[in-house]
């Protein structure tokens, strides 16, 4: 981390403003030529001329200097916010490379953020969900793992698998002044310590829900109403609605917020055996969906006795996550009454009562019904789950030997490596490919 690094910051493109950003240890002297007229005094907004490396002005800007280590990156860093012209920002960076610095790699700023100790591992990747955030519930969520929450709660769990440790090897180095540890209070904690990894987990994947959302496939028989709920779920007239059986021939996407949880729904064509040429392409589609979705919403005419293809696509959908909706009830419940599915919702797309279940029924099936807490850090990486599932391994291993009744000392071994999984998640202990990985997810000048 000896070079000295410029990029442009803000996206590529004509706009109000430009940023491109310099770090290392050459920015004293790049700024004393860049911008000559500025003092330097750390978080100070200077105006003033920028120049080149001949001394001719590019344009009029700000310049913010930051002195390490109070700095994002913990090294003297140098903003120029400049007019936004794709020319104007491009002949900047490249009087800064004149002048010294090299190009940055992605994630470079931020990767050496984390070198420096600004952020742990996970706290740095939660910036690059943050950029990636599509909802504001992602970008709440992906805020909260920046706060560095989950390293300390990490930290604390390490903590504890290492005073248990320390208390097992005082009693092998001084068997005559130190007693072994007692054996159901150091049962207890790794129960405890357990029982905090696995809520890790299922937060975790609440986590990962929030951020990624999950799909939904409305399908269902011809004619049973999957647009017109499409359009009740989505409050407005998104897909024709017609009482002519067939009349959706591809699928349409559209998104929706339930608990804050983006729910991204799939309107597929009517499946049915018997189809003409075109309509078995929709059909096809419908297939593909409804295979690729988390949940299947399936939707059937419960005004009607159940079809040969209603009862096709629920035997079909039987051992997957779904919700089963008998539409029509207005009009009679023969379907539903044949059916006799517990679980069942029985109503009609036009009634607000109906839409809250569903909504209800799809935040059950899909992560349990209860509104995620997007303040509480969590994993968000597969290498982080896999560093708790393998710290959770090696705890099992630790109980199971006192369950056995072998000696407690025997638990060293397997607590030494739980703790050294869990510091993976926060970078005290990463390989330079993990690193590597972690920190390609960034744009240039991030």
Not at 7 to 17: D, M, Q, S, V
Request: proline share 4%; with cysteine; hydrophobic share 45%.
């Amino acid at each position: 981390m000896s070079e000295t690094i410029a990029a442009l910051a803000t996206p590529p493109g004509r706009g109000a403003i430009a940023i491109v950003r310099v770090s290392g240890p050459d920015v004293r002297a790049i700024a004393a030529r860049v911008v000559p007229s500025a003092a330097l005094q750390p978080h100070y907004a200077h105006y003033g001329a920028i120049l080149d490396e001949r001394g001719e002005t590019i344009d009029r800007g700000v310049a913010l200097f930051a002195q390490a280590p109070h700095s994002y990156t913990g090294e003297d860093t140098l903003e120029l916010q400049i007019h936004g012209s794709p020319i104007v920002a491009r002949e900047v960076l490249r009087a800064l490379l004149a002048l010294g610095a090299r190009p940055a790699e992605p994630g470079e700023f931020t990767r050496r953020a984390f070198m420096h100790g600004k952020l742990d591992l996970h706290a740095a990747a939660a910036v690059a969900d943050l950029i990636d955030a599509e909802t504001r519930s992602a970008a709440r969520a992906a805020l909260a793992n920046l706060g560095g929450g989950l390293a300390n709660e990490v930290n604390a769990l390490r903590a504890r698998f290492t005073a248990i440790v320390e208390d097992c090897s005082g009693a092998i180095d001084f068997p005559d002044e130190v007693p072994d540890p007692d054996r159901a209070r150091v049962q207890h904690e790794l129960d405890a310590i357990g029982a905090a990894l696995q809520r890790l987990q299922r937060d975790g994947e609440v986590g990962r829900l929030v951020r990624e959302g999950i799909t939904v496939a409305i399908v269902g028989p011809p004619n049973a109403g999957k647009s017109s709920l499409l359009n009740a779920l989505l409050g407005e007239e998104r897909a024709i609605v017609s009482e002519i059986a067939g009349t959706t021939r591809d699928t349409i996407e559209e998104s929706i917020a339930i608990d804050g949880v983006g729910v991204r729904l799939v309107d597929t064509a009517g499946i049915r055996d018997h189809a003409d040429r075109l309509e078995a392409a929709g059909i096809e589609r419908s297939q593909r969906a409804l295979a690729a979705a988390r949940i299947a919403l399936v939707v059937l005419d419960g005004s009607a006795p159940l079809t040969s293809d209603a009862r096709a696509l629920l035997a079909r959908t039987s051992a997957d996550a779904r919700v089963v909706f008998f539409n029509k009830a207005d009009l009679g419940e023969i379907g539903a009454r044949e059916a006799a599915i517990p679980d069942a919702i029985s109503g009609s797309v036009y009634e607000p009562g109906t839409i809250r279940a569903l909504r209800a029924a799809l935040a059950r099936v899909g992560w349990g019904g209860e509104a995620p807490d997007l303040e509480r850090p969590h994993l968000a990486s597969a290498r982080e789950f896999a560093a708790v599932n393998a710290a959770l391994h090696a705890l099992e291993a630790a109980r199971e030997t006192l369950r056995a009744g072998e000696p407690v000392d025997l638990v060293v071994g397997d607590l030494q490596e739980a703790h050294a999984a869990l510091g993976h998640v926060t970078g005290d202990v990463a390989a330079e490919e993990v690193l590597g990985g972690v920190f390609r997810r960034f744009c240039i000048g991030k």
